[in-house]
């Protein structure tokens, strides 16, 4: 049960993150919620240190604190800020700089992506799709999908998967 909890979890809510991104431009806080509240509950079920714990904390309040000043600043996102931060706090200080450089570059790809196709005129059963509308139109990039896509991708390497098929820590 424990296992299938670790596998599901965390990709389930940072790929609901990512489609929430897409299809409305807004991440909504019950994801960071939902991440924060499951890393407790997965890291209590699997024994984590106290330790452990702290650290993790630690690198969640340092992103959040990174992010939210880029967001002040209109760089990112809210929605972007807290879900980096709830990302980070998953992946700790082994593999947070990991995630961070794969979302950069994932980022870098969609944003040149999503550029091509505004430069080009859209069928109007495409801009009937509010989703398809809403980023054909908006200045801004869901960032949101290069997040998911690369915590989900970064995830596989974490201690979360290494209890997944080494359960004895």
Known sequence: MLELA????FPFFVAYGAASDLFSMTIPNRITLALMVGFMVMALWINMDWETIAWHWA???IVLSITFTLFALGFIGGGDAKLAAGIALWMGW???LMYFLLAAFLGGILTIIIIKIRNVP?????MRQQWAANIYRAERIPYGI???AAAIMVYA???WMQYVFN???
């Open 6 to 9: 670790l596998i599901f979890f």
């Open 59 to 61: 690198m969640f309040a």
């Open 94 to 96: 082994e593999h947070s």
């Open 122 to 126: 859209m069928p109007d059963w495409v």
């Open 146 to 148: 290069s997040m998911g």
């Open 157 to 159: 390497q974490t201690i």
């Open 167 to 169: 359960p004895v820590m």
